[in-house]
């Protein structure tokens, strides 16, 4: 099963993530837990380029192809094979925050974005994804609150955040069975509740499949 978690800057991703890894391992669930840019050593070093505050030169189709190749080696290198190893996958971020950063905040082109993705996953698409929902300011001002510096992304102005935010909801409207919005304005453990209620039906819902 492969899980993916997005959201706008400081929605409290990593804390969801690492509570729900627990409480699967607890659960005699093998997990990998990884995230995007990133999750291979040489998606790291992507990652890098990507999120250096140095890097304002980066154009906004270098950027696209850099979040691409990342992703194309993550897949090869780490989900697919994890997959195969029975595990569950968590990622935070995917093939979404491309269509919401570089497409809906950059505004680069949709269609051309969408097959890009196509190419870097090779068709994988996550069983189930949570999109954290909270207003740009606060997950900004959380963000620059909890890691003292922002990186070259999330510097960006808030009209960008926004479109950005306005892209994940537009995303999350096409595919309802895929994307659950979570309200995450609610505390830490109220949102992992939903997350886990929401899982375990989803979990259920394969294993019938599996056995049949
Ligand atoms: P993170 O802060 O959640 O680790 O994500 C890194 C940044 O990269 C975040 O600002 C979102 C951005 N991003 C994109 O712009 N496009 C992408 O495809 C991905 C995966 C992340």
């Known amino acids: 099963m492969f899980i993916t978690f997005e959201g706008t800057e400081g929605s409290g991703k990593t804390t969801q993530i690492n509570h729900l890894a627990n409480k699967l ?8 837990n990884t995230r995007e840019p990133g999750g291979s050593n040489i998606g790291d070093q992507i990652r890098e380029i990507l999120l250096s505050p140095a890097n304002e030169k980066l154009s906004a189709t270098s950027e696209l192809l850099l979040y691409a190749a990342s992703r194309a080696q993550h897949v090869r290198e780490i989900i697919i094979p994890a997959l195969k190893n029975g595990k569950i996958v968590i990622s935070d971020r995917f093939s979404d925050a491309t269509v919401a950063y570089q497409g ?6 949709l269609v051309l974005i969408n097959h890009l993705n196509q190419i870097a996953t090779d068709g994988l698409a996550p069983d189930l994804t949570f999109l954290l929902n909270l207003p740009v300011e606060i997950g900004l001002q959380r963000a620059s609150i909890s890691r003292g510096k922002l990186d070259r992304i999330e510097r960006e102005s808030l009209e960008f955040h926004e479109r950005v935010q306005d892209g994940y909801l537009a995303i999350a409207k096409e595919d309802t069975n895929r994307i ?4 995450a304005t609610q505390p830490i453990d109220v949102i992992f509740n939903e997350i886990w209620s929401i899982l375990k039906v989803k979990i259920s819902l394969i294993k019938v499949n599996h056995d049949h």
Not at 104 to 109: I, T, V
């Open 25 to 32: 391992s607890d659960a005699c669930y093998s997990v990998q």
């Open 104 to 109: 809906y905040g950059r505004n680069l082109d």
């Open 180 to 183: 659950k919005i979570i309200d």
